[in-house]
């Protein structure tokens, strides 16, 4: 699975993005696609998952009712809407899939396939 993610930007404090993923190439394979993102000096961490078998999402607690995954499954493209975006979401983004078990589905370790990220900075 090839993937190209897309939509970063600079912003401020309060506004929305929308990030967009791209996938290509064996996607029949891949039962997830997620956002993950990396802050200067920091770990990357999980953002969302979408499950492709079903469209159940999953967020980490800090963008629950400001983020919103979706899918155009005849895109084969997953978008992420930011909404009232804070300066704490500075990072860069990068979109992932693969075929991770429930319990797994926040590891990056689960994710075989990556986008080249795309950069969010939000300014206060």
């Known amino acids: 699975v090839q993937l190209q993610a897309s939509g970063g930007g600079s912003v401020q404090a309060g506004a929305s993005l929308r990030l967009s993923c791209a996938a290509s190439?064996?996607?029949?394979?891949?039962?997830?696609m997620a956002w993950f993102r990396q802050a200067p000096g920091k770990e990357r961490e999980f953002v969302a998952a979408l499950r492709l078998d079903g469209g159940y999402t999953y967020y980490t607690d800090s963008v629950k009712g400001r983020f919103t995954l979706s899918r155009d499954r005849g895109m084969n493209t997953m978008y992420l809407q930011m909404n009232t975006l804070e300066p704490e979401d500075t990072a860069v983004y990068y979109c992932?899939?693969?075929?991770?078990?429930?319990?797994?589905?926040?590891?990056?370790?689960?994710?075989?396939?990556w986008g080249q990220g795309t950069l969010v900075t939000v300014s206060s």
């Open positions: 190439g064996r996607t029949f394979s891949a039962r997830a």
């Open positions: 992932a899939a693969g075929s991770p078990i429930l319990s797994q589905i926040r590891a990056y370790s689960s994710y075989r396939s």
